[in-house]
């Protein structure tokens, strides 16, 4: 099989894992876009050899918070807690954008399985978003 035909074929199954939780579009270029919380996530895909195809999925946990030590620390804290993924603070003009990144080996794996495994990082970015801007929980 091709490398388009793989990663399509695992963006289809990450797709229909996913849209049995959310409302997922496919961009133009095949990468998979949804929202969970009002955290923004995107899944790509990538063939790194024969036989390995990983899922890559990106949530953008929070954005243009203050520059402020503390909240580097509570993410950092965070990020050692044994979160699925794995955290990033970027330091931009605006303050802090706050990344959860996971990409792991998805060839094989069934819908179910593969909608939960997505499911709980979105879920921990959630999570996150929520406590680092304490927003309280309904």
């Known amino acids: 099989m091709t490398e388009a035909a793989d990663t399509a074929n ?10 049995r939780y959310l409302e997922v579009h496919v961009d133009d270029d095949g990468a998979l876009t949804f929202m969970h919380a009002d955290v923004p996530c995107v899944v790509q895909a990538t063939r790194l050899a024969d036989g390995l195809t990983v899922l890559s999925l990106t949530c953008v946990v929070a954005w243009d918070l203050p520059d402020d030590p503390s909240i580097a620390a509570s993410a950092a804290e965070r990020a050692g807690q044994g979160l699925f993924g794995t955290l990033g603070v970027v330091h931009t003009e605006r303050g802090m954008d706050v990344t959860l990144r996971y990409a792991f080996p998805a060839e094989g794996m069934d819908p179910s399985p593969l909608g939960t495994l997505l499911m709980l990082v979105v879920s921990t970015a959630s999570q996150l978003r929520t ?3 304490g927003i309280p929980e309904s």
């Open 131 to 133: 406590d680092l801007l």
């Open 10 to 19: 695992l963006l289809t199954l990450a797709r229909e894992s996913l849209e």
